[in-house]
Every structure is written in C-alpha cells, then in structure tokens.
C-alpha cells in the first residue's frame, strides 16, 4: 500500500481533535474510522484536497479551500440524489468503498487534472453511507485563473470519477429492484450480495 495512504491509527491521540497527521512526505491524512460516527478520511497536498465521508457534504468549506487569491473562477459540481431513475421511484441509495484505494485515484484525478487545466486548487468529496434524496453524494470543486480552465477542469474531474472512482453505489427503487452498480470502469465483483467489503 502506498505509505501516504496509510491510517494512521497509532498516531490518533496525536492527532489532536481534527484528527489528522502528517504523513512522511507532508501529505495529510485522517485516521481512517469506520461507520456513520467516524471522521472522515482525508489527503491535503498543497493544492489538493480529496476526502470520503459518512457525514452529509459542506459546499462551503469545499468552495473555502478552492479559493485563492491567483484564482478568477471558482466551479463547484454538487451530484444530488434526485427521487427517481429511468420514471422508478427511488427508495433508497447509499455508497461504499475501499476508503485507501478510492483516496489513492481521487488525489490522480486530481493531481492529473491540476496539470492538465492549470488549475490553482481542485478539491473531491464523495460521501458514504445512506445519502437521502436531494442531499449530495458527490461535491467537485476547482479554481483558476480563468473561467474556460476552471469549467473544463471541473467537468474532466468529475467524468474521470465517474469513469474511474471504486465507488460502489445500491439504489433500491420503492418496488424492490435495483441492486449495486460500479462507476463505468470499476467492477462489482469484490462487493458482497450485502454490501460489506
């Protein structure tokens, strides 16, 4: 595993009540806690900011840490649980991962994205747990300089999370169907019929 990715969790008394250390290479991560009470897990380099957690998303400190002074534009993507797929009502939908693994590919995309755009910061969240209608599951948020980097930036992040991201997803319709679904390039195999790891 690589060892930015690793949960810290000897270090978390050390940790202070935010609940993040310093990795060797001053990349940041949270301890790595399980279920609806856990802090979230986090890596903070310099520009980027990728996070999962069981609590509902603020867009407002994900647009807080976007900002910067060099930037002009600022865009933020919110992914928002609507009531219905394909004309079925939606019971249900929650998500679930393997948290090493999905920070692993958030800080690529964005790393890769920061290069690619020009961008000044690029900030990725994606909850875990039940996410109930018209609450976000996703929050994408980018800076630049200029607004034509900061809309294509945004918009490639968001399309290679959805491409790429080990982010296993279950929507349950009100009638009973429906079941997991994987991101495009993500396989569904290693999620059990119950949804553990």
């Keep these: ?30 301890n790595a806690g399980r279920g609806v009470d856990s802090k979230p897990w986090v890596i903070e380099d310099g520009p980027i900011h990728v996070s999962l957690t069981h609590h509902p998303l603020d867009v407002q400190a994900t647009i807080s840490f976007v900002k910067n002074p060099r930037a002009g534009a600022v865009v933020l ?32 995309i964005a790393s890769s994205m920061l290069a690619a755009h020009g961008l000044t910061a690029v900030s990725i969240t994606h909850r875990l747990g039940l996410v109930p209608v018209e609450e976000e599951s996703i929050l994408v948020a980018v800076s630049a300089p200029h607004r034509q980097a900061a809309w294509k930036g945004g918009e490639e992040a968001l399309e290679m999370c959805k491409r790429r991201l080990e982010v296993w997803k279950n929507e ?26």
């Design 1 to 30: 595993m690589n060892e930015n990715l690793r949960a810290f969790s000897d270090n978390a008394t050390a940790a202070g009540s935010n609940g993040i250390v310093a990795a060797p290479n001053q990349t940041y991560i949270s």
């Design 77 to 108: 993507f919110a992914g928002t649980t609507r009531d219905n797929t394909a004309d079925q009502a939606v019971a249900s939908l929650s998500y679930t991962t393997y948290p090493a693994l999905a920070l692993r590919t958030m800080q690529s």
């Design 172 to 197: 349950v319709f009100e009638d009973g169907s429906g079941g997991w679904q994987a991101n495009q390039g993500v396989s569904t195999e290693t999620i059990s019929r119950d949804g553990t790891e």
